[in-house]
């Protein structure tokens, strides 16, 4: 394969941006966007928060009280979808391959664009320069020879960043990198790999695929693949599905059911942003939900919702209201999604009764 230029951005603070963006006199003061009321939890919060240890997906009430002058505003999903749209269509105009993770996170593949002297680091001024000037929030870039890497870049001088690992800086970048940053480790396989005498990427290699595969599986191989800098996985604009889902893993766990409703509202808009790439016009049959508990236990359900067209928070609550049967339980992970009608399936023909 030839060699590739992918390009990573992730907006700074995002929902955060967007209201100091709207009223400048949040740029001053430690800001957080979240969930009204005392039992709201943290979506994010902009960096004077953090400097504080502010972190998303915190209770309300730790927060301010790490940080007794936060100033808390509710989320508003509809601006930070359209500021979402500004910049994915800035995306786009430079290049077609372009795949979004979320509302404020996307892959570009710029490997065929001449522009820019076919530079992907002036590519990436350029995109930092023009979401400035005409969305008015930052993001930080990652240019890379791939997906793992080049995420991994724009993370490394956040916020208002810009990251190149060249391809024959690889190999001193991935050396030096703690596992923590790998996709896919969370923290059961950090301490596998720690009790394995493994800190960095450079100790992963050291220990050799065998090791790896034996251990870990089919994961082990991603991970050696990773300590080498390697990933071909590649830009995937839009693909045929059978569902479309997303989710979201905690920092720290989310304490209750109050909390977790007021995660669900992101993760909705994270949905639709989804679907209107992948599912576009698809018959949606099932809605489902997906919960992880702190002591790791996982439950789903899906119920038939077959007149639903751009599913929304109201949709998905009582999904939950029937998963979750104590309220009080700390949970790990949320997760939504829907799966579309088999048209070769006679499901249509129920509808005839409707
Ligand atoms: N979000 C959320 N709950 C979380 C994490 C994120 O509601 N637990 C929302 C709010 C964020 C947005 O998603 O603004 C993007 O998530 P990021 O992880 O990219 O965080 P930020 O953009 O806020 O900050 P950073 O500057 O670290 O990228
Ligand atoms: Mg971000």
């Known amino acids: 394969m030839p060699q590739r230029k992918i390009i ?3 907006c700074d603070c995002f929902y955060a941006a967007v209201e100091m963006r709207d009223d400048p ?15 709201g939890v943290v979506a994010t919060c902009n960096y004077k928060a953090r400097a504080f240890g502010v972190r998303s ?19 508003d999903m509809a601006r930070y979808r359209n500021a979402s749209k500004q910049v994915m269509g800035i995306l786009r105009e430079l290049t077609d391959l ?56 724009s993370d490394w001088q956040k916020p208002d960043g810009l990251f190149v690992v060249k391809p024959d800086e690889i190999d001193g970048f991935v050396r030096e990198l703690n596992v923590e940053k790998l996709f896919g480790v969370g923290q059961v396989t950090a301490s596998r790999l720690h009790a394995l005498g ?17 251990q870990f599986g089919k994961q082990g191989f991603r991970l050696h693949e990773m300590a080498h800098g390697r990933d071909e996985r590649p830009v995937v604009v839009s693909r045929i599905a059978k569902s479309v889902s997303v989710e979201r893993t905690f920092s720290e766990d989310l304490p209750d059911m109050a909390a977790c409703e007021t995660v669900l509202a992101s993760l909705v808009a994270d949905l639709n ?38 599913p929304a928070l109201e949709d998905y609550l009582p999904l939950l209201g029937e998963l979750v049967t ?29």
């Open 98 to 153: 372009v795949e979004p993770l979320s509302l404020d996170e996307a892959f570009l593949d710029v490997s065929d664009i001449d522009d820019h002297r076919g530079s992907a680091t002036l590519m990436a001024r350029y995109l930092r320069e023009r979401v400035k000037n005409e969305v008015g929030i930052t993001i930080s870039a990652g240019v890379a020879p791939n997906k793992f890497l080049a995420k991994i870049a």
């Open 273 to 310: 942003l989804r679907l209107s790439r992948k599912g576009r016009d698809k018959p949606i049959h099932k809605l489902f939900i997906k919960i992880r508990y702190s002591d790791f236990s996982t439950h789903s359900l899906e119920r038939v919702r077959e007149n639903v067209r751009d």
């Open 198 to 214: 493994v800190q960095t990427c450079g100790d992963l290699q050291t220990l050799g695929v065998d090791v790896l595969i034996e």
């Open 326 to 354: 104590n309220r009080e339980r700390p949970v790990r992970l949320l997760g939504l999604g829907v799966r579309f009608r088999n048209d070769d399936a006679p499901v249509t023909q129920l509808r005839l009764f409707d």
């Open 8 to 10: 990573h951005v992730d």
């Open 57 to 75: 997906a915190m209770p309300g009430a730790e927060a301010r009280r790490l940080c007794p002058d936060l100033v808390m505003v509710p989320p």
């Open 25 to 39: 006199t949040l740029s001053n003061v430690p800001l957080a966007v979240g969930g009204a009321g005392g039992r």
